[in-house]
């Protein structure tokens, strides 16, 4: 069952929780960092000892957070000693909105025993936990690991409120985006005042990337196309080898979605596979009114109205005319209904 509010069952959860393993999703942002090491501040808060774990390692934008060296990655010698075959009681997954974005990290044989406890703002997430807090009209996932604090009497200051503000900067896009209301700003506020610092944080997220990203940008835009209101670009993966850049970093989309004639973005990246097949990585964006999230979804992916994304075995040919015309439909859908001629 999923709740949209914290209910008593979660409270004592939390309270009750001796052995805890904190989670978040793979490729992980700012607001899967910032809401995995705040809840990691908020338990120590409360006495007790997470262990906190992601499968892949921490994004630029995640580096400088306090607490982000105790983050267990699948490249960490002690990853399976002490995350994959260590028995838990409590699990605490946040960010993640279906049960393979906890990637590597959750390991079902050992874990099954524990309490899985999600707690997440995606529209898409299918409620996987024993008990689910999800939350759509939160901005951000540590929005409501704030909420959570609040409600445990633990004061947003100091390191928890700097991971906060993290998260809640770099899911608003420094609170332009459309579901920034009075209340995030007031939360903005209060963990301004517990210490966090705004213009540093805006600074090692928002407002910076490596350039070897900005070349990586050069060799994708010369694929830029626009149809029907959705504009696309396409990364191979020689592109990302020549560059160095991890995939989750290519972070194009929210440019693309920039253009005025544009409605919807997509940015697509080729990747081989094991076995030496492909898959498409699809990064959507939607300009405020409009929904990629039902297109993520369908294609087995998820997200939000605004952002989603999805993984579709396939290659550079075949895959993007596919999720080109979906983004079209969609879009026109969306246009239809808005006129009241669905
Ligand atoms: P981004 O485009 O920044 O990688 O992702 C935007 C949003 O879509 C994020 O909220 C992320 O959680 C979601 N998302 C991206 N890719 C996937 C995916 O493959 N599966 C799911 N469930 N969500 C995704
Ligand atoms: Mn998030």
Redesign the pocket.
Known sequence: MIETTITPALLAAVRNGERILCLS?V?P?GDAVGSLLGMGWLLRSLGKAPVLALQDTVPDEGRGLPGVEEILTDASPDFERIVRQQAFDLIVCL?A??P??MGTVYHPPVHESATLVVIDH?V?NTGFGALNWVDPSSVSTTQMVARLADALEVPLTGPLAECLLTGLVTDTLCFSTSNVTPRTLELAMRLMEGGANLALITQRTVNRRPYRLIKLWSLILPTVNLADGVIWASATPEMLAQTGMPT?EV?L?SYLVTADEADMSA?FIEQVNGDGSTRV?????AKPGFNVAEV?FAL?????PA?????VEGDLATIPPRVVAALQAARRRQLAARHGTA
Do not use: L, Y
């Open positions: 999703h490729k942002d960010d909105s279906s393979d974005r995606h898409t989750s972070g989309s940015v990585e699809c990064s959507f964006r993520a087995g992916g998820g997200g939000h952002a989603a994304g999805c993984t």
